[in-house]
């Protein structure tokens, strides 16, 4: 299985509002509604952050937001702040009863 | 409140095999129906799925690697175990576990193991 495309790097400053995309295949991200973004700081353990496309987890800020269209997932924070810097990861269920994860995308916050 | 703590060497040889266990507190194993995971990530690189268990025994594993993993459950010991055979330095990662089939809700902090001679 091959992992899901993510841009390797995003940037933009405090208050503004960033997309990250995820593209996959019809095996994967066009075939179900179970993608999900992580969040991960240095040193730490990935968090939740949306999962079932656009669902968020209690306790996670509604400045993030998930949604999808055909083979392609985004994941958008809103009113950038500088703790939201950090690698995000999307992940898709696959037609393999699988999961495959993308390469993650790094967020600076100028 | 869910806790996961992952245990077991930090230091492999290579050709050996890494054994893991995961320890799950604040909640049974084998209540609700929950799937059990395994995710390694090498330094400075992306994550990536090894595989789950659900109570009943039943694995689904990464084809990258399905021949060399096996993962297990012990609803006694509300813990599950990850083996991987024939390692070499490119199995060095940090392992997590986590609770969850398609997105995860809850993960352990993470062990270091170093494939090294």
């Known amino acids: 299985q091959s992992a899901l495309t993510q841009p390797a790097s995003v940037s933009g400053s405090p208050g503004q509002s960033i997309t990250i995309s995820c593209t996959g295949t019809?095996?994967?991200?066009?075939?179900?509604?179970?993608v999900s973004w992580y969040q991960q700081h240095p040193g730490k353990a990935p968090k939740l952050m949306i999962y079932?496309?656009?669902n968020r987890p209690s306790g996670v800020s509604n400045r993030f937001s998930g949604s999808k269209s055909g083979n392609t997932a985004s994941l958008t924070i809103s009113g950038l702040q500088a703790e939201d810097e950090a690698d995000y990861y999307c992940s898709s269920y696959t037609s393999s009863s699988t999961l495959v994860f993308g390469g993650g995308t790094k967020l600076t916050v100028l | 409140q869910v806790q996961l703590q992952e245990s077991g060497p930090g230091l492999v040889k290579p050709s050996q095999t890494l054994s893991l266990t995961c320890t799950v507190s604040g909640g049974s194993i084998s209540g609700g129906s929950y799937f059990w995971t395994w995710i390694r990530q090498p330094a400075g690189k992306g994550l990536e799925w090894i595989g789950r268990i659900y109570t009943s025994g039943s694995t689904n594993y990464n084809p990258s690697l399905k021949s060399r993993v096996t993962i297990s459950v012990d609803t006694s010991k509300n813990q599950f175990s990850l083996k991987l055979s024939s390692v070499t330095a490119a199995d060095t990662a940090v392992y997590y576990c986590a609770r969850g089939v398609a997105h995860f809700d809850y993960w352990g902090q993470g062990t270091l193991v170093t494939v090294s001679s």
């Open positions: 019809s095996s994967d991200i066009g075939g179900y509604n179970y």
């Open positions: 079932d496309v656009s």
